[in-house]
């Protein structure tokens, strides 16, 4: 096999490595074959090339909010490795391997505004499609005009409404679509006010968020409370807390995780090296040597505890690969 995908893509393919190595959490076996994609057209042909031999494939992107399995992943990982982008106007032209943050100190320097709430934000701007990531009540479904995508075994572009965006989630996520490239249209405008709202956001990540230890983000959706039903007299009592209070935390139609994990006592929970942080209780932290087994009877227990007191069932927003 390893042969024939060198016939296909040259001698850099690798095999056996460490995908622990890749992303985020520090957590994960190695991949059988393993190969790094520089250009859109690099991308392409190794599916293609995967499809073609029958083997399992999984695109890597910047690796945050991803839980790989201790074994490993048994096919071809791609590594998104195509990051350059252009600025024309105020449109943005960018590979789905740049990185979120370079794109966004590029746009703010070039005087274009529309997107500080991704200040902070982990991973690449593929990824950031494919689930649809946002913060302070925005998503990529707000700037992005379309999307240069593989599937079906052709290209194709995709416009924002054909991408069928939800709370965290694209129709690339729950299909076999490969985002190659985006289109964003942010404003032109002063930046100063984005500049600060930036450097606010990233300040308050840094305050509130476990970025000494490696994790995946938040390992669970907020719950959203406009397509989940929520008994509130019941979320309320279980909680111990006030209806005041309650409205407060779910004024922008969020339930948040970590409200839930910090009334219930769960933050700084433990399985082996994995832990419920004690800095946000929406993030699992690698500890030491944390394993993906570890990690998952952590989720397992916590999704178990909530649904038992409060009668919701959580979905995790971290993907699982090689289980």
């Known amino acids: 096999?390893?042969?024939k995908l060198r016939q296909s893509l040259g001698e850099q393919v690798k095999e056996n490595e460490i995908l622990a190595n890749y992303v985020t959490f520090k957590i994960g076996g190695p991949a059988r074959y393993f190969y790094a994609a520089k250009t859109k057209a690099d991308l392409v042909k190794a599916i293609a090339a995967a499809q073609e031999l029958k083997l399992d494939y999984f695109i890597l992107g910047g690796g945050s909010n991803l839980l790989v399995s201790d074994q490993g992943f048994n096919g071809l990982v791609i590594k998104?490795?195509?990051?350059?982008?252009?600025?024309?106007?105020?449109?943005?032209?960018?590979?789905?391997?740049?990185?979120?943050?370079?794109?966004?100190?590029?746009?703010?320097?070039?005087?274009?505004i529309g997107w500080a709430w991704a200040a902070g934000?982990?991973?690449t701007i593929g990824g950031a499609v494919r689930g649809n990531a946002g913060a302070y009540g925005q998503g990529m479904s707000n700037i992005l005009k379309s999307a240069e995508i593989y599937y079906q075994a052709k290209v194709q572009i995709y416009t924002n409404e054909q991408m069928g965006f939800s709370y965290r989630h694209s129709l690339a996520k729950g299909q076999p679509i490969i985002i190659l490239s985006v289109v964003l249209e942010l404003q032109k405008g002063d930046t100063v006010k984005d500049l600060a709202q930036v450097k606010k956001y990233e300040q308050y990540r840094s305050d509130t968020q476990p970025q000494d230890l490696p994790n995946a983000g938040c390992i669970f959706k907020n719950i959203d409370l406009s397509t989940v039903e929520?008994?509130?007299?019941?979320?309320i009592k279980a909680l111990d807390v006030t209806e005041a209070e309650y409205d407060e935390k779910t004024k922008f139609g969020k339930l948040p995780v970590s409200f839930i994990f910090d009334r219930l006592n769960l933050k700084g929970k433990t399985m082996g090296g994995a832990q419920v942080s004690e800095k946000h209780g929406a993030f699992i932290v690698n500890i030491g040597q944390a394993r993906a087994d570890q990690v998952i009877m952590l989720m397992s227990d916590l999704k178990m505890r909530v649904r038992n007191q409060l009668g919701i069932q959580l979905q995790e927003e971290v993907q699982f690969i090689g289980f």
């Open 1 to 3: 096999m390893i042969d």
């Open 80 to 112: 998104q490795d195509n990051i350059d982008f252009k600025i024309d106007g105020t449109t943005v032209y960018a590979q789905a391997g740049a990185l979120v943050t370079d794109v966004l100190r590029a746009t703010l320097e070039a005087g274009l």
């Open 121 to 123: 934000l982990p991973g």
């Open 230 to 235: 929520v008994n509130k007299a019941r979320v």
